[in-house]
């Protein structure tokens, strides 16, 4: 008579509890770097601002320009300067909120594993309890081409052209979310007289007065990153689970 073997753990806690931490992990780092983000533009007194914010449930981040309109004799200037930067107290907020979340997942899961193991029958001699085996040099050889080979497949850009009177482009990478992307600039209600195409300095132009159209030319998807890294994790853990029943398998016959 006697409690069940212990289920595997590191550092004392479930592997349960490390699958829920890294799950509020992730759904943080969604949250403060892509659910949150703003790219805004506020009109000011003669003036505008144009930048970035994010952070959850507190913003963190809260910087651009601030670009302010002066007459020079019959002339039109045009000056910029950087505003804003890091917001330390809601940085702290929300570290300490990060925190709090990763322990309280921890702390159920761990409740509801024990309860769980004080259910199951209690009655099991030793030689019942399965010895442990030590990972195979071939489990990790296999577990390492797997993540490398995501890892590298991850990290190709496809890109893509098109020609339909204009030349276009689009770039992506990613795999099975893309993570990465961009493209030539989508320049809505512009159009010259007879087709002409715009010039440089008018494509400048509009996307200096359009922030949003620049902010989409090269974009980084937070949660592909996330939700890749979980595909790979998930790919590189289960090759070593099939392999290991491979081999284990194999040894038995």
């Not at 699958?19 to 506020?42: I, K, P």
């Not at 302010?68 to 107290?89: F, H, K, P």
């Amino acid at each position: 008579m006697g409690p069940p073997p212990a289920r595997p753990s590191a550092f004392g806690i479930h592997t349960v509890s490390w699958c829920a931490v890294l799950a509020v992990l992730g759904l943080s780092v969604w949250l403060n770097l892509d659910w949150s983000r703003d790219a805004y533009v506020e009109p000011l007194d003669n003036a505008w601002r144009g930048g970035l914010r994010q952070g959850f449930p507190l913003c963190w981040w809260d910087a651009g320009l601030e670009t302010e309109a002066t007459a020079v004799g019959d002339q039109l200037a045009l000056n910029r300067r950087e505003y804003g930067g890091w917001q330390w107290s809601g940085l702290a907020a929300d570290l300490l909120l990060l925190a709090v979340a990763a322990m309280g997942a921890a702390f159920v899961t761990e409740r509801v594993m024990r309860a769980r193991a004080r259910r199951q029958p209690r009655e099991q001699s030793a030689a019942e309890v399965p010895a442990a085996i030590a990972i195979r040099p071939i489990t990790v050889v296999v577990a390492a081409v797997v993540l490398v080979s995501s890892v590298s497949y991850n990290l190709i850009t496809f890109t893509m052209t098109a020609r339909d009177g204009t030349k276009e482009y689009a770039q992506v990478m990613g795999w099975p979310f893309t993570t990465y992307s961009a493209s030539s600039p989508v320049l809505k209600g512009l159009a010259r007289a007879g087709g002409r195409p715009l010039t440089q300095a008018q494509v400048v132009a509009y996307l200096d007065s359009h922030q949003r159209v620049r902010w989409r030319l090269a974009h980084w998807h937070t949660e592909g990153i996330v939700l890749n890294s979980v595909t790979i994790m998930i790919l590189v853990i289960g090759s070593a689970f099939a392999c290991e029943a491979y081999l284990r398998r194999r040894r038995q016959l």
